[in-house]
């Protein structure tokens, strides 16, 4: 069976984002200096870390659960567009055939001959050519949409931000904090 919207972005998204799955309890005491690594102000501070983190991926679950329900509302409302289109299309095919061959009261005079009907064909064949090379490009930008999303959660699962200096701005905020540390004994 295809994995689901939901199981794809929880995948992606919920669950390499925890903070264990990031950076583990001894990863983080061993970026303090050696003195402070004891301290349990460490474990309450990853705490307080793990704490916010989760919170920020409760609202992303809820988020997740919430475009799911749209996507759901979404292809309900596709599914009655499509029904209705059908049975558009249907009215249109006896209007033409109304329109081409007369009333359908059985007359035996049809309204057109080859030599009148070939220009509305060939008319009605252009609009379609036309109306098919919009289509091609309508796919063309929803598949260039999609593919630039899949690529996006690409980068959120394997930690590559479009702030390429996230990391270091993050150890760098984490050395100044050590930095304070020291400067505290």
């Known amino acids: 069976m295809a994995p689901t919207e939901t199981k794809i972005l929880s995948d992606y998204l919920l669950v390499p984002a925890q903070l264990p799955a990031i950076i583990s309890l001894q990863e983080f005491t061993e ?6 690594q004891s301290s349990p102000q460490i474990r309450n501070l990853y705490r307080d870390l793990q704490t916010q983190r989760n919170a920020v991926v409760d609202t992303v ?4 659960e919430a475009e ?4 759901k509302a979404m292809r309900r409302v596709m599914i009655k567009a499509k029904r209705e289109e059908e049975a558009q299309e249907n009215d249109d095919e006896a209007e033409i055939e109304r329109i ?4 359908t009261s059985h007359s035996q005079t049809p309204k057109h001959n080859i030599g009148s009907i070939l220009p509305d064909l060939e008319g009605a064949v252009s609009e379609l ?3 098919l090379q919009l289509l091609g490009e309508e796919e063309a930008a929803l598949l260039s949409s999609i593919q630039q ?3 996006g959660m690409s980068d959120l699962r394997y930690g590559r931000f479009a702030n390429g200096q996230l990391r270091d701005q993050v150890l ?6 050590r930095d304070t540390c020291k400067s505290k004994n």
């Open 31 to 36: 970026l303090f200096p050696r003195s402070l």
């Open 61 to 64: 679950a809820s988020e997740i």
């Open 68 to 71: 799911a329900k749209r996507g």
């Open 100 to 103: 081409l061959f007369g009333s």
């Open 129 to 131: 050519e036309s109306e």
């Open 149 to 151: 999303t899949v690529g």
């Open 172 to 177: 760098e905020g984490l050395s100044s904090l």
